[in-house]
């Protein structure tokens, strides 16, 4: 890898506190980025794309690149790798991101090429969730295993306050003081929700029943703990949220963790939450992010037309 990117990843990780998942994700883009320009240049078979060496890339080597090149670029991850929309605009993002840093914070180009660099069109997608009645079959399938306690307790975070799976599994058990939980959420934001009363009890019959008899459970800060008494890993929750699934006999298609924090969002907006409300419990930065909660079913919007004090004229 060459300084120039190593210096980049520091600084997204240390200055701009982005996770290490995220700036594994920035350093393959741009690595990919940087392999195809050396491709093009050296007229390099696309397949043996992999074997390129970046370590001797320069300044000066960047400096020529133009904004026809990203385009390039974008092109042959659309047609050569068949990338959707949604994974384009990331490299897109990525790239702007590498370029303003090179220029705004190291002043090491004159001229951004990435400034006038459009984002792939996205479509909105409708987040995928349970409705009410799935989402308490869901629950029944809980199998009453070794760790009932803590896989019920989790569910009710998930459902209840709409947490992401790397909150839930980052909580430590100083994470709730009285009726109150601190979620630190992407790059490192700290927000309080307020802990219903199932997610209270659920809590306390897990801590009462299970956690205190899990090895390393006197040793270890981590609130939900592995049979190991290890903190428990993104993995391990969307395999546990996977056999709920299974054991329930719902079998909805694709359901992770992910998919139990659209429910819940869904499910609040519907039982009468406001948007700046669901904001602040989901996390979001932007409202923006929150309003594809706000979806409303067919069969609702037919409802309201149904509703209409005109309609009883016909």
């Known amino acids: 890898m060459p300084k120039i990117l190593k210096d980049f990843l520091v600084y997204l990780t240390t200055i701009k506190g ?4 995220t700036r594994k994700e ?12 050396k491709a093009v240049e050296a007229d390099i078979d696309y397949a043996q794309l992999d074997e390129i060496s970046i370590k001797d890339i320069t300044i000066d080597f960047i400096k020529e ?20 929309a949604a994974t384009r605009a990331r490299k897109a993002a990525t790239i702007k991101s590498f370029f303003k840093y090179l220029k705004g914070k190291r002043r090491l180009i004159e001229d951004n090429p990435a400034d006038e660099l459009e984002t792939p069109k996205i479509g909105k997608k409708k987040p995928i969730y349970m409705n009410q009645e799935d989402a308490e079959l869901f629950i029944k399938g809980i199998k009453r295993s070794n760790h009932y306690y803590r896989n019920y307790a989790m569910i009710m975070f998930f459902l209840n306050l709409g947490i992401r799976v790397s909150e839930l599994c980052s909580l430590n058990l100083t994470s709730i003081q ?4 601190h979620v630190v959420g992407k790059g490192d934001k700290e927000r309080t929700v307020f802990l219903n009363n199932v997610c209270i009890q659920s809590l306390e019959t897990y801590m009462k029943k299970e956690r205190q008899y899990i090895l390393g459970a006197r040793t270890n800060e ?17 395999k546990i949220v996977k056999q709920i699934n299974a054991d329930s006999g719902l079998n909805k298609e ?16 519907k039982n009468g939450a406001d948007i700046r409300s669901l904001q ?3 996390g979001h930065t932007s409202v923006s992010t929150t309003q594809i909660y706000t979806h409303v079913e067919d069969k609702e919007i037919q409802q309201v037309i149904e509703n209409n004090p005109f309609n009883h004229l016909g």
């Open 222 to 238: 981590a609130l939900f703990l592995s049979q190991k008494g290890t903190r428990l890993t993104r993995q391990t929750v969307a």
């Open 65 to 84: 690149i133009s904004l026809e090149d990203i385009y390039l670029f974008m092109e042959y991850c659309e047609t050569q790798r068949h990338n959707s």
């Open 26 to 37: 920035y350093e393959y883009d741009i690595t990919l980025f940087l392999r195809f320009l």
């Open 178 to 181: 009285d009726k109150v939980l």
């Open 280 to 282: 602040h419990i989901l």
């Open 18 to 21: 982005k996770s290490i998942r």
């Open 254 to 269: 694709k359901l992770t963790p992910h998919k139990l924090r659209h429910t819940s969002a869904t499910i609040m907006y």
